[in-house]
Structure formats: C-alpha cells, structure tokens
C-alpha cells in the first residue's frame, strides 16, 4: 500500500490503516519534506507567535507500527500500473492513495514574486515575519490571487492578526489594511459566521473588497492590479498565490480541470485501486486539513472492510469544523457540510469564546500525538 504525500490526508490515512489492521497491511508514506507544519501555525509562524522550530514536527518521529516513511521527491505516478518513481526509487502498489495536496504558482501573478509576499508556506510565513517588524505606516493588502484556495477563512484571520500586531506595536492608526477576496462574503456557506468576520472587520476599521482577484502586482507603482482593472496601492502585500496540483500530478494523466477527480462517496479514482484525497482533488469540499483527514478516513474505513470482507462502511459525507482566528487570542468555529444539499453548502457558525480557543488547540495538539507518538 503506497500513500504519496505526508499531510492531514496521508498522516491521517496511514495512522488509520495501522490501527486497524496491524501487520495485515505494510504502509509506505512518501513525502519530500522532513517534517509536518499545521496550515494554521503559518500565521503563529508569520507573526511571531511562534518560532518555526516550534511548529516543525519531524517526520522522522513517526512511530506508527506497519508505517514506513520515505523522505523521497515523487518524479512520476503510473496510475494505470500503479507504478511511483522517486528521485530515489520506485515502487509498484496493490493500492495507492494520493494525497499531495496543492501547489503555489507565483508566477500565474505577474509582479507577485517581486513586489509583494506570501503567507501560504513555510518559507513564505518565515520571510514575513522577518518583513512586518520595520511595516510601520501605509498600505497593506491581504490579496487572493486566485481560487480555489486553502482554508477560505484564512485571508480574513491573517487581516485581524495583522490589526492586533500593529495595535501591539502602536502604529495600527499609520495603516490601512484591505482584504480583497474573490467571493461575496467572507465565508460563503456560513452566513453568521460571515456577519460575524464583517463586524469584526468594521470594528477594526478592515476594509472588505469582496468579489475580486488580484491579477497582478505592478512593481514599478506598488500597486495591486484587480481582475476589474481595479488598481489599488499598497506597501505591503500579503498574497494568497494561485493554486495548482502539483506538476508531478498533472503530468500523471488523473486531472481534468486543475484536479483529480473522485467518486464523492469512495474518493476512488477512474483508476482501479487509485484513490485520491485533500487538496489535490475536486470532490466538492474546501481545501482545509479537516476535509482531507475526513476523506482519509473513509477511504481508510473502505479499504478496512474489504480486507475484513465486512460490508461497505457510510460513503464520506463531506463535513468538517474549521476554527477562525478572530483577534485578541480569541478563537470561533464553523461547521461546514458541503453535500446534504447538493450544490449549496451551509455552515453553523460558533462565536468566539476561550472554549474555542482552548479546542482548537486541542485539534491540534490531538493530531500531533495520534499521528507522531506523545
Ligand atoms: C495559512 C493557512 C491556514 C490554514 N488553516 C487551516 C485550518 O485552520 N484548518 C484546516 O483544516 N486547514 C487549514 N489550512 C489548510 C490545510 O493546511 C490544507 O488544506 C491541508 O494541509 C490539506 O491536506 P492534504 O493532505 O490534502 O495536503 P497537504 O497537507 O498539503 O500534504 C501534501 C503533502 O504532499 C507533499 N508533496 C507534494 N508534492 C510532492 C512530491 N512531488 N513528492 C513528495 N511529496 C510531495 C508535500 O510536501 C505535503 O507534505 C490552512 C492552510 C493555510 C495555508
């Protein structure tokens, strides 16, 4: 069994399969980073709330029995042979499951690159914290360049932490902070929770630009250039790049329209025995962490029962909890269920409160332990 990919999905996957069946079944998991970062912990990592050391988890702390991990660069996938090459070695699977996510394009932004940031990896949060401490006075803009994107809340939370570190410093009244977003409101399939972001907005003076794209960066007039031909000056950009899946994938035949496409019930691909889940796939949910693990999950239960021969386990139902940054260290929760009614996800939005605060920092300190070992 071949899981390509170490993240929320294939952590998630592997640790399942490991529980359920031991020795029954050998996991390899392929991923070319030494370590696991939490999406989120890029704004603790962004605004120096935490250090990167604190946020790495090391791959090679994996304990789980039956788990194998490789610290390899897939360069191929061979759906119809079920055949991965690595820039180490090559394996063939009774069953492979892809799960790596998706990838930034910069270069899909003209200027980005040059004159603007971004927050979305690793190195992106670890330049910006380097960035925001001589950020005194003027402009910033927190800009999608593209969708879909990871976690749709996240450009809101980046722009209220941004207001609480300049409030910190003592500088928030030199700065005006706008937020331009493709969609109408901030979280779509949750209307409160939306009402909820806006007022927070209103309250720390956060400009909303909803419905828009950043096209592109001009370097040469500082000046964020929208998808209306709207251009909006800044002097600092925090950018949310243009996602693709990654180029290993294309070049693997299974994507039509950017992703790979899944049954919503059994995230099986038109492959035999090819699975895919997370971000890389376009079975109907956000690009978070919790609908990639909830994916995981039950393509771990369906492999489970057929080993067993038990029946089929309930198909994924595509709903999952995402925590809000909302300032002042004070935490909210959206719950999102993107296929009860079919085409029109909704959401029930939980106000912040220190309970929230303290669950989400329970989501992930639970992770980390089932996934790494205490
Ligand atoms: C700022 C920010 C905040 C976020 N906040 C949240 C949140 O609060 N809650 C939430 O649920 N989600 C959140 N997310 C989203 C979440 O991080 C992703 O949606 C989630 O990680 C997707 O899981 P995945 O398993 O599909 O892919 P990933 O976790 O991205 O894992 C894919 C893995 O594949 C590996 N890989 C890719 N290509 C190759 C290759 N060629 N060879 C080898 N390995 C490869 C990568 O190294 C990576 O480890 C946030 C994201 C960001 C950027």
Same mark, same amino acid.
């Given at each position: 069994?071949?899981?390509?990919?170490?993240?929320?999905? /294939? #952590?998630?996957?592997?640790?399942?399969?490991?529980?359920?069946?031991?020795?029954?079944? $050998?996991?390899? #998991?392929?991923?070319?980073?030494?370590?696991?970062?939490?999406?989120?912990?890029?704004?603790?990592?962004?605004?120096?709330?935490?250090?990167?050391?604190?946020?790495?988890?090391?791959?090679?702390? +994996?304990?789980?029995?039956?788990?194998?991990?490789?610290? =390899?660069? +897939?360069?191929?996938?061979?759906?119809?042979?079920?055949?991965?090459?690595?820039?180490?070695?090559?394996?063939?699977?009774?069953?492979?499951?892809?799960?790596?996510?998706?990838?930034?394009?910069?270069?899909?932004?003209?200027?980005?690159?040059?004159?603007?940031?971004?927050?979305?990896?690793?190195?992106?949060?670890?330049?910006?914290?380097?960035?925001?401490?001589?950020?005194?006075?003027?402009?910033?803009?927190?800009?999608?360049?593209?969708?879909?994107?990871?976690?749709?809340?996240?450009?809101?939370?980046?722009?209220?932490?941004?207001?609480?570190?300049?409030?910190?410093? /003592?500088?928030? $009244?030199?700065?005006?902070?706008?937020?331009?977003?493709?969609?109408?409101?901030?979280?779509?399939?949750?209307?409160?929770?939306?009402?909820?972001?806006?007022?927070?907005?209103? =309250?720390?003076?956060? =400009?909303?630009?909803?419905? @828009?794209?950043?096209?592109?960066?001009?370097?040469?007039?500082? $000046?964020?250039?929208?998808?209306?031909?709207?251009?909006?000056?800044?002097?600092?950009?925090?950018?949310?790049?243009?996602?693709?899946?990654?180029?290993?994938?294309?070049?693997?035949?299974?994507? $039509?329209?950017?992703?790979?496409?899944?049954?919503?019930?059994?995230?099986?691909?038109?492959?035999?025995?090819?699975?895919?889940?997370?971000?890389?796939?376009?079975?109907?949910?956000?690009?978070?962490?919790?609908?990639?693990?909830?994916?995981?999950?039950?393509?771990?239960?369906? #492999? +489970?029962?057929?080993? @067993?021969?038990?029946?089929?386990?309930?198909?994924?139902?595509?709903?999952?909890?995402?925590?809000? =940054?909302?300032?002042?260290?004070?935490?909210?929760?959206?719950?999102?269920?993107?296929?009860?009614?079919?085409?029109?996800?909704?959401?029930?939005?939980?106000?912040?409160?220190?309970?929230?605060?303290?669950?989400?920092?329970?989501?992930?300190?639970?992770?980390?332990?089932?996934?790494?070992?205490?």
């Amino acid at each position: 069994m071949l899981v390509l990919g170490a993240g929320f999905g /294939g #952590l998630e996957l592997s640790t399942r399969l490991s529980e359920a069946l031991g020795g029954q079944v $050998e996991v390899t #998991l392929i991923d070319r980073a030494d370590a696991f970062v939490f999406g989120f912990s890029k704004l603790d990592v962004m605004f120096d709330r935490l250090t990167p050391e604190a946020v790495r988890i090391s791959y090679a702390d +994996i304990t789980t029995p039956h788990v194998r991990f490789r610290q =390899e660069t +897939i360069t191929s996938i061979d759906p119809a042979e079920r055949r991965v090459i690595t820039d180490l070695d090559t394996y063939e699977a009774d069953v492979l499951v892809i799960a790596l996510g998706a990838d930034y394009d910069l270069a899909a932004t003209p200027g980005l690159a040059e004159a603007g940031n971004e927050f979305y990896s690793v190195p992106g949060a670890e330049a910006l914290r380097d960035v925001l401490p001589s950020f005194r006075s003027g402009v910033a803009i927190v800009g999608v360049c593209g969708a879909p994107f990871k976690c749709p809340p996240a450009p809101s939370e980046a722009a209220i932490l941004l207001d609480d570190y300049l409030r910190e410093r /003592g500088v928030r $009244e030199n700065v005006r902070i706008r937020v331009v977003i493709p969609f109408g409101k901030p979280v779509p399939p949750s209307p409160a929770t939306s009402e909820a972001i806006l007022a927070r907005f209103a =309250e720390r003076g956060i =400009e909303f630009v909803p419905d @828009r794209k950043v096209a592109a960066l001009d370097p040469g007039t500082n $000046e964020a250039v929208l998808d209306d031909g709207r251009r909006l000056p800044f002097d600092l950009f925090l950018g949310i790049p243009v996602h693709r899946a990654p180029a290993v994938v294309e070049a693997s035949g299974l994507t $039509e329209d950017g992703w790979i496409p899944v049954d919503p019930g059994t995230l099986a691909t038109r492959f035999p025995d090819v699975y895919a889940v997370g971000d890389v796939t376009s079975v109907g949910t956000a690009k978070a962490g919790v609908f990639a693990e909830g994916a995981a999950r039950v393509v771990a239960d369906h #492999l +489970i029962a057929r080993i @067993r021969k038990a029946s089929a386990p309930p198909g994924y139902d595509g709903t999952g909890s995402c925590y809000i =940054e909302f300032g002042g260290h004070e935490v909210a929760r959206v719950d999102v269920d993107f296929f009860s009614i079919p085409g029109h996800p909704t959401g029930t939005f939980t106000a912040p409160s220190a309970e929230m605060t303290a669950e989400k920092s329970e989501f992930g300190s639970s992770r980390r332990a089932r996934w790494f070992g205490a």
